[in-house]
């Protein structure tokens, strides 16, 4: 099977196009302010979606606002010749929610990396996370059979020292 290429890239005004309000994908500010970080970081990585007939996006639409915001008043978007409203909508469906789902122990290893060269700062302003629930996902990756060792631990030695992954400080656990 062969896939076609069913977009053309062209540059549009900001004033030609039109953005759907019935679009269901919301945004918090904290989404909104890490989306907007993410494009002054990382640039204008995933384009704008316009529909051809119509020049109502498809996908985008935070993207497009942001950047309208930031005064960009043209930009390069994949136009796409859909055959009807509703395929655009499915469109808008499918490439807003079809991301998978991050593995674990994967997530965490990768978290721990960024970390080593990033602040937390850095991480929770781009992600919307807060830096709690970074930590969690660090936490959460440890295996279960390795847990009571750690409890043993703890209950054999009186004390367990615990580092904190932002400042660096080590902190004893108070004796009872």
Same mark, same amino acid.
């Given at each position: 099977m062969e896939l076609k290429k069913r977009f053309e *890239? #062209? +540059?549009?005004?900001?004033? =030609?196009?039109? !953005?759907?309000t019935t679009n269901p994908n919301k945004m918090t500010d904290k989404e909104k302010k890490a989306l907007s970080e993410s494009l002054n970081r990382f640039g204008y990585v995933d384009e704008i979606v316009i529909d051809k007939k119509t020049g109502i996006i498809a996908d985008g639409d935070h993207r497009a606002k942001d950047m309208i915001k930031k005064g960009i008043l043209e930009f390069e978007v994949k136009v796409l010749d859909f055959k009807d =409203?509703? @395929? *655009?909508r499915m469109y808008r469906q499918v490439s807003a929610k079809l991301h998978g789902i991050h593995d674990v122990d994967m997530d965490a290893a990768e978290l721990k990396i960024i &970390? #080593? %060269? !990033? =602040?937390m700062e850095d991480l929770t302003g781009l992600t919307s996370e807060s830096e709690q629930e970074i930590l969690n996902i660090i936490n959460a990756s440890e295996k279960d059979e390795e847990l009571p060792k750690e409890i043993d631990k703890v209950d054999q &030695?009186?004390? &367990? #020292? +615990?580092? $904190?992954? %932002? $400042?660096?400080?080590? !902190? @004893? #656990?108070? =004796? @009872?």
């Open positions: *890239r #062209k +540059v549009m005004k900001a004033s =030609d196009i039109k !953005f759907d =409203d509703a @395929e *655009r &970390l #080593k %060269k !990033f =602040d &030695l009186g004390h &367990l #020292k +615990v580092t $904190c992954p %932002k $400042c660096g400080n080590q !902190f @004893e #656990k108070a =004796d @009872e």
